[in-house]
């Protein structure tokens, strides 16, 4: 069961409110917080007080100061009585009534409850591991509005479960710790699972009602060995009308402290011990489990060899969104007996009877006593306790008072941790989370960019890449093999390098720019590259001075600079200055011998005119 040991279920989004079953009103509130209870009374007015009592009633007596217990008698509150900092004092009856009556109070007052968080550890069927459970011993009135984890003290996760979404095996040094969200200066006492064999685990807990029945303070810390496995042994008694029941273990306890308890017809009874003597003409079922692991209970058995028996094959399940799940309930009945009906119960606020739904919901009655109920395409709605039920001719099994089977739908998700956006070179674990622990061998397929990995030693659940590339951005997903076609939401990877991010979209922008600056440099180089094979006419039909310097008649001609570019079409010598004879003067000119720079010195000549 997931927060209550008895009682309606349940599981954080579901409330058990005042009322249900046939139950007188109740309220569940956790240890240290604030409670409101409204007056009943159809007409409440100024005559009427709040009493509290069980057996007997008295008048709720208020200090001056109001510190504790707040009542208001204002209209506005509908005479509302408040308590604050709630302790295990304060679980009683409440009833708003004109006198002191007792009967009164029960049947129309208010069953207060005050209860803590309690993580507790349950075995596995799946290899040597233990789930986790944030429990209370009343289901929560208030609705949660999510569960918070929390590793070595630190925060870990919220989820709307309040099942542990991994299997455990045993970590001396790691604690665990659970509370409500809204309420996380509430937390419950944390544990740590010391060992795990195939028969025995054993865990600490820091402090709390699982080691109230040991220790002489519920503030000391305590370790409690617990089987796996409890079933319930039949011998002969002293007397020859009874028989003598005994409640074995899968392992040795040795611990005298160790106490265990009874239920008949899967309800808890004031029997306590290993052993018990009942009668032979007994025709209720009996089963045992030991104190404050009640979630590992034996079988029920008949010790007249006749009698009605319900057994479950599992109590929890964890199944996939869009999956199809079996609850089966393995049941006995007395020969004598003729069976009208089974049904199957989803109990949430309130039980309600399935009927076959050929989309949805489907009955299996193939099997001699063993009955299976069968869910297809789950929805995370049908998250919930399920219970079966025998209609007889003369007698009705309910099972109203003791948990069936629980279930909880999950959907996939893909965690990053450290997160979604890492640097190259960082360690990426890369995790396919649910809401509640898959069985232990549960093999798991990675997606990248919508195409499966190639597996490596370290795929299953946790993918781990070490140390992560710019290759490993993009977009992951998971799924089960099993059920291959139903996989996560995709979640996309972003690996930074040093001088920026890299993303895929990233990856061909930077190629593009690659590209187009190595065809630019290549143009560039081949602009200015030398003809080497060039002759003279095709150095002449490509070349421009651009710088000239003619000579002053009295000085040698001396040419600073002659420069040769490619490529251009202007006219040869277009920056030299047309010649204009004139009849005064002669001036010679030298011949220009047109060479590269590294040519021999030019020659004078005289040029007639």
């Given at each position: 069961m997931l927060l209550a040991e008895a009682g309606c279920l349940f599981l954080g989004f579901i409330l058990c409110l005042s009322g249900g079953q046939g139950k007188p009103n109740s309220i569940c509130a956790l240890k240290g917080s604030s409670v409101n209870l409204p007056c009943s009374h159809q007409h409440p007015t100024a005559r009427n007080s709040w009493y509290t009592g069980h057996w007997t009633v008295s008048k709720i007596m208020f200090s001056a100061d109001e510190t504790h217990v707040k009542y208001s008698m204002s209209a506005e509150s509908n005479f509302t009585l408040t308590i604050n900092n709630l302790t295990e004092r304060d679980a009683n009856f409440y009833c708003c009534i004109k006198t002191a009556d007792t009967s009164?109070?029960?049947?129309?007052?208010?069953?207060?409850?005050?209860?803590?968080?309690?993580?507790?550890?349950?075995?596995?069927?799946?290899?040597?591991?233990?789930?986790l459970m944030c429990s209370s011993s009343c289901p929560l009135t208030e609705k949660p509005a999510a569960y918070i984890w929390y590793k070595n003290r630190e925060f870990l996760y919220e989820d709307w479960s309040p099942w542990y979404q991994e299997l455990l095996s045993?970590?001396?040094?790691?604690?665990?710790?659970?509370?409500?969200?809204?309420?996380?200066?509430?937390?419950?006492?944390?544990?740590?699972?010391?060992?795990?064999?195939?028969?025995?685990?054993?865990?600490?807990?820091?402090?709390?009602?699982?080691?109230?029945?040991?220790?002489t303070s519920v503030d000391e810390s305590c370790s409690i060995t617990y089987p796996r496995e409890i079933h319930v042994q039949r011998t002969p008694a002293e007397h020859k009308d009874h028989i003598r029941l005994t409640c074995n273990s899968s392992c040795f306890l040795t611990d005298p402290l160790i106490s265990f308890v009874w239920y008949e017809n899967r309800k808890p009874t004031l029997k306590e011990g290993k052993q018990i003597q009942v009668?032979?003409?007994?025709?209720?079922?009996?089963?045992?489990a030991v104190k404050g692991l009640e979630d590992v209970r034996s079988a029920d058995v008949c010790v007249n060899g006749s009698c009605w028996s319900l057994n479950y094959v599992h109590s929890r399940i964890c199944a996939l969104e869009g999956s199809s799940v079996?609850?089966?309930?393995?049941?006995?009945?007395?020969?004598?007996?003729?069976?009208?009906?089974?049904?199957?119960?989803?109990?949430?606020?309130?039980?309600?009877?399935?009927?076959?739904?050929?989309?949805?919901?489907?009955?299996?009655?193939?099997?001699?006593?063993q009955h299976i109920l069968r869910l297809k395409k789950l929805k995370r709605d049908d998250s919930a306790e399920y219970r079966f039920t025998i209609t007889?001719?003369?007698?009705?099994?309910?099972?109203?008072?003791?948990?069936?089977?629980?279930?909880?739908?999950?959907?996939?998700?893909?965690?990053?941790?450290?997160?979604?956006?890492?640097?190259?070179g960082q360690?990426?674990?890369?995790?396919?989370?649910t809401s509640c622990p898959l069985t232990d061998n549960t093999n798991y397929i990675w997606y990248l960019n919508s195409r499966p990995l190639?597996?490596?030693?370290?795929?299953?659940?946790?993918?781990?890449?070490?140390?992560?590339?710019?290759?490993?951005?993009?977009?992951?997903?998971?799924?089960?093999?099993?059920?291959?076609?139903?996989?996560?939401?995709?979640?996309?990877?972003?690996?930074?390098?040093?001088?920026?991010?890299?993303?895929?979209?990233?990856?061909?922008?930077?190629?593009?720019?690659?590209?187009?600056?190595?065809?630019?440099?290549?143009?560039?180089?081949?602009?200015?590259?030398?003809?080497?094979?060039?002759?003279?006419?095709?150095?002449?039909?490509?070349?421009?001075?651009?710088?000239?310097?003619?000579?002053?008649?009295?000085?040698?001609?001396?040419?600073?600079?002659?420069?040769?570019?490619?490529?251009?079409?202007?006219?040869?010598?277009?920056?030299?200055?047309?010649?204009?004879?004139?009849?005064?003067?002669?001036?010679?000119?030298?011949?220009?011998?047109?060479?590269?720079?590294?040519?021999?010195?030019?020659?004078?000549?005289?040029?007639?005119?």
């Open positions: 009164k109070c029960q049947q129309s007052g208010i069953h207060l409850q005050v209860t803590e968080l309690q993580v507790k550890v349950i075995p596995a069927t799946q290899g040597q591991t233990v789930t045993s970590e001396e040094a790691v604690t665990y710790s659970c509370a409500v969200k809204g309420y996380e200066d509430l937390r419950a006492p944390e544990v740590s699972v010391d060992s795990i064999t195939q028969t025995c685990f054993s865990v600490t807990y820091a402090k709390g009602r699982m080691c109230s029945s040991q220790q009668p032979r003409s007994q025709t209720d079922s009996l089963s045992c079996n609850i089966s309930c393995k049941y006995s009945h007395p020969d004598y007996e003729q069976i009208q009906s089974k049904c199957w119960y989803k109990v949430k606020r309130e039980a309600e009877q399935l009927t076959e739904d050929a989309d949805h919901v489907e009955y299996d009655d193939s099997m001699k006593n007889a001719e003369n007698e009705e099994v309910k099972q109203s008072d003791f948990p069936g089977v629980t279930l909880i739908v999950t959907e996939l998700r893909v965690k990053m941790s450290p997160s979604a956006v890492v640097t190259e360690r990426v674990t890369l995790t396919c989370s190639t597996p490596r030693e370290n795929q299953n659940k946790h993918l781990i890449l070490d140390p992560v590339s710019r290759e490993d951005a993009g977009s992951y997903s998971c799924a089960v093999k099993t059920n291959k076609d139903i996989s996560s939401a995709p979640k996309t990877l972003t690996v930074q390098s040093i001088t920026g991010t890299w993303t895929p979209a990233a990856a061909g922008v930077s190629a593009a720019l690659l590209l187009l600056i190595l065809l630019t440099v290549f143009c560039l180089i081949r602009k200015k590259r030398p003809c080497s094979n060039c002759s003279g006419n095709e150095i002449m039909e490509n070349s421009t001075y651009e710088s000239f310097s003619a000579p002053l008649p009295e000085e040698e001609p001396n040419y600073s600079e002659i420069c040769l570019s490619k490529n251009k079409t202007e006219t040869i010598y277009s920056t030299v200055q047309p010649f204009q004879p004139q009849e005064q003067d002669h001036h010679p000119y030298n011949v220009v011998d047109l060479r590269n720079k590294t040519a021999p010195k030019l020659n004078d000549q005289a040029v007639d005119t």
